[in-house]
């Protein structure tokens, strides 16, 4: 046998890109080994896959490489931030075809039993769904959707559906940048409808809107008075307003919040130039009032794509995305800064001592950062 014998496994047409050899054993060679005995070993490809290879196994659909793109875009590693973006800009001429749905609500509000409900009838109407979620709690927590794979089980099970738990934040652009990405990544993969779930506790309701076409808010019925608190601002950013649970001794009540709701839309201003915003009923459990959601998403899309406004929105969406992607690589670029990082603390502590100003701390860090950068 020969030094530079090639294993079987490798490929006899690129025998230089295999760096293993087959030596003549010592005379004391163990027993054969069966391959089948560690036939899992074999099945398991070690190496992370290429640009490539993401993006033909992206576009076929693969689930398992769609999973992996997600991941890279996801993953807080640099070498991996540079890769993501290479697939992304390979991808890109294949994103923009799905209708981008964010879902909000209180905790509770029942927006992941929605998302199960409403999605099975989506995939029951031939579509393809994914589901994402920011959790704005997610960098301290590790993510809750993770919990509420058990909560979407019909839908998880179903070969049209696709769902992601929230990514954690990190340097780079965080959860806002991430879920974006692999919202781009899930329409080149050819899903019909992306759903982005996030509980509504503030910020995250803005940075939704900011990414979605149509933006819903569930909420639970109420008296009055509750609907007169709740912020005028989250309302304003809705396009539609589902009064959930909207089944049993709570229907009627429903019916009457959603007048309730109505009355005051009416006086607010609409989310959608073009697009009255209403309220209406729904339960995920009866399943009543799921099929017109539908409706309305698609009324409400044929309406802004012939007037021009769903266009319009797309077009600021990317605006305003790459001006928030500025003032993060800036942030991280700042506080990742050698001298920048050195020098913090101590001016952090002479400025509570009160021996410098603010400005004169934060006009010597910049000195430090830029004398770096030129
Ligand atoms: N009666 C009724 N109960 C519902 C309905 N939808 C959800 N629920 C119940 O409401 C509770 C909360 O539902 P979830 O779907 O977990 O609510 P969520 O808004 O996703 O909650 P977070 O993820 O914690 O923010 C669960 O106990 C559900 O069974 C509905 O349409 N009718
Ligand atoms: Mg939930």
């Known amino acids: 046998m020969s030094m530079d014998q090639r294993p079987e496994w490798s490929d006899p047409n690129k025998p230089d890109q295999c760096s293993s050899f087959i030596r003549k054993g010592d005379g004391q060679e163990n027993q054969p080994v069966s391959i089948q005995k560690y036939s899992r070993f074999q099945k398991q490809k070690s190496t992370e896959p290429t640009v490539q290879e993401l993006y033909e196994g992206v576009l076929k659909g693969d689930r398992s490489l769609l999973a992996r793109a997600i991941t890279l875009v996801e993953s807080n590693a640099e070498r991996h931030f540079q890769k993501s973006q290479q697939l992304l800009q390979l991808l890109l001429p294949h994103t923009g075809k799905a209708i981008r749905v964010g879902i909000t609500g209180v905790p509770g509000a029942g927006k992941s039993t929605f998302i199960e409900a409403f999605g099975t009838y ?63 990544i899930c329409e080149a993969a050819g899903f019909d409808v992306i759903l982005i779930e996030t509980v509504g506790v503030g910020q995250s309701e803005v940075i939704i809107r900011d990414m979605v076409d149509f933006f819903m808010l569930l909420v639970l ?92 929105r797309r077009k600021s969406q990317s605006r305003e995305w790459m001006y928030s992607m500025i003032t993060d ?31 004169t701390a934060v006009e010597k860090l910049f000195q430090l950062f830029l004398d770096r950068k030129n």
């Open 329 to 359: 690589h800036l942030h991280y670029q700042f506080y990742q800064h050698p001298d920048v990082k050195n020098q913090l603390p101590k001016l952090e502590n002479e400025v509570i001592a009160g021996d410098i100003t603010v400005a």
């Open 122 to 184: 989506l995939c029951g109407l031939g579509l393809r769904i994914a589901v994402l979620a920011i959790d704005p709690s997610s960098s301290i927590s590790g993510g809750s959707i993770l919990g509420d794979k058990t909560r979407m089980e019909q839908l998880a099970r179903n070969p049209h559906a696709f769902i992601r738990p929230s990514p954690t934040a990190g340097k780079l652009g965080g959860v806002h940048r991430k879920t974006r990405e692999a919202m781009l």
């Open 221 to 312: 019925t109420g008296a009055g008075d509750e609907l007169q608190g709740m912020k005028k601002g989250i309302m304003e950013l809705a396009d539609a307003i589902i009064v959930h649970k909207a089944d049993g001794d709570n229907k009627l009540i429903a019916e009457k919040t959603k007048r309730e709701y109505n009355r005051i839309l009416h006086f607010l201003q609409p989310a959608t130039r073009g697009w009255q915003t209403k309220a209406y009923t729904c339960s995920s459990l009866t399943k009543e009032g799921i099929g017109d959601i539908w409706k309305v998403i698609r009324t409400f899309e044929q309406k802004g794509k012939a007037s021009g406004v769903f266009e319009e």
